[in-house]
DNA sequence: CACATTTACTGCGCTACGCAGATAAATCTG
DNA sequence: CAGATTTATCTGCGTAGCGCAGTAAATGTG
């Protein structure tokens, strides 16, 4: 263990629960501003960075519904937010061929590598952080992201569907 | 321990950490859209409710320029938004006594317990993951919170000075 | 083969945002 | 203390992302 946060000795269990509310809080305005940054470093608006990173994580073609689903956009949005990538020459959109009326839209290869070049002193600058921890630790906090990322998407689905309801 | 994830042995170091990226980037995804949700949900766009959240964590007033600051927006855009904030209802904004230039904002009560409110079951959800760590865990998922978050605010600096030289 | 559904795209209006300049208050300088 | 400089916020203006609603084409269904 490597700092100061680590002795959970000193703190009662409701103690330690409130600071790790109150630390993602925090946590996620920093997150929004470095994520601006990052933007604008690569001459791209937050969206559009969101939708390359979805790109980046998935391995084949994604339809233009799909990235609407995953960012929250409507269709009309995500069909303008791929123009501006195809645009900027960071996607390619084509027809599937298996249903014509869907548009596949994959990163360019150009850009993948723009993107890891973005990311190098940060990326630097995060693993900095992960390799001072444990295998178990490291494992007890990609447990964190993965569940409270599950718990979001279905409060997100919650609150989407009571939208038009209440 | 309570998943599947936390089967360390099962993994490699560079697995572990390769996992832990890839996790990250899906969060950050999700939180988007549960975000976005919980915006459209109290009726504010997205940054006012990050700014919402932001004078909901500091005990006391906080001035425009922190706003622009800590949201990454520019002192016009800041000050728009706390115009619409005020127009709201959600804040009050009234001159600092001691420097009269700056304006000072304030949550409104009616705002806290509004926001309370709507954090209601995604906080039970969100609490419900929490729960299930050990007080240990939890200190180590804090600890990671916390310092990522001032990797992200010092690399968002280095990129931002770094905006206008390159 | 007619009809409903799905998927994506387009016209339109709204509004958040950055930029640049203005204003006013505080601070520095001689 | 007068004038210059710096700091903090606000305002006019143009750009552009976004949602809404309607359209067109492809697919599924009886």
């Known amino acids: 263990m490597s700092n100061d946060f680590a002795r959970s000795g000193e703190w009662s269990r409701a103690e330690l629960l409130a600071r790790v509310v109150t630390e993602s809080q925090r946590h ?11 933007a604008d470093h690569v001459g791209l608006h937050p969206t559009d960075m969101q939708c390359v990173a979805l790109l980046d994580l998935e391995p084949g073609p994604v339809s233009t519904g799909d990235i609407a ?22 996607v390619e959109r084509r027809a599937d061929p298996h249903d014509r009326r869907r548009s596949l839209v994959t990163l360019a290869p150009s850009a993948r590598t723009r993107i890891a070049q973005a990311w190098e002193t940060p ?12 295998d178990a630790e490291l494992s007890v906090i ?19 569907s009571g939208e038009t309801g209440a």
């Open 69 to 90: 689903r995953l960012t929250g956009l409507t269709s009309g949005s995500a069909t303008r937010l791929v123009d501006r990538l195809v645009k900027a020459g960071i």
């Open 123 to 134: 990326g630097q600058a995060f693993g900095a952080v992960l390799a001072s921890y444990s």
């Open 142 to 160: 990609a447990d964190y992201l993965h569940r409270t990322a599950e718990v979001g998407r279905a409060q997100a689905r919650r609150l989407a």
């Open 28 to 38: 996620y305005a920093e997150y929004s501003v470095f994520n601006q940054a990052m």
